[in-house]
C-alpha cells in the first residue's frame, strides 16, 4: 500500500505563488508521480506529473506558470504554481504509479492496480 499525502494548499489572490507537496513513506521506487485535479461536477484533468529519470509532463493549461520537481530519495513531489489564475482553482490530488515506461498526466493511467491517489487539497485562487 503506498499513503500519499498533500500539504501546503490555500487561498490566493490571482498572480500569486502556491506549492503544494506530496510525501510518501512508501520505501521503494515509484516509476510516476504526478498531480491532478477536479472541480465539483467536472472530470478530473492531469496538472504535471514527473518520473524517477526526471521526464515531466505538463498539461497545456499550466506550461509555463507551474514547476513539478520530485526528491526520490526523501519521497516528496512538489508542485510550484506561479501566476495563478481563478480557474486554477480546484482540489488538488498527488498520485503514483508504481511500474509503468511512460509518465503522463491522464488520470486513467494511475487507476490500475498499481495506482494510487491522495485525499487531496484545495486550492483556492480569487481573482
Known amino acids: 500500500q503506498v499513503e500519499l499525502v498533500e500539504s501546503g494548499g490555500g487561498s490566493v489572490q490571482a498572480g500569486e505563488s502556491l506549492s503544494l507537496s506530496c510525501t510518501t513513506s512508501?520505501?521503494?521506487?515509484?516509476?510516476?508521480m504526478g498531480w491532478f485535479r477536479q472541480i465539483p461536477g467536472k472530470e478530473r484533468e492531469g496538472v504535471a506529473a514527473m518520473g524517477r529519470d526526471g521526464t515531466t509532463a505538463y498539461s497545456d493549461s499550466v506550461k509555463g506558470r507551474f514547476t513539478v520537481s520530485r526528491d526520490n530519495a526523501k519521497k516528496i513531489l512538489s508542485l510550484q504554481m506561479n501566476a495563478l489564475k481563478a480557474e486554477d482553482t480546484a482540489m488538488y490530488y498527488c498520485?503514483?504509479?508504481?511500474?509503468?515506461?511512460?509518465?503522463?498526466?491522464?488520470?486513467?493511467?494511475?487507476?490500475?492496480?498499481?495506482?494510487?491517489w491522495g485525499q487531496g487539497i484545495q486550492v483556492t485562487v480569487s481573482s
Open positions: 512508501y520505501t521503494y521506487d515509484i516509476a510516476c
Open positions: 498520485a503514483a504509479v508504481l511500474h509503468t515506461r511512460v509518465c503522463t498526466v491522464v488520470p486513467a493511467q494511475y487507476r490500475g492496480a498499481e495506482g494510487y
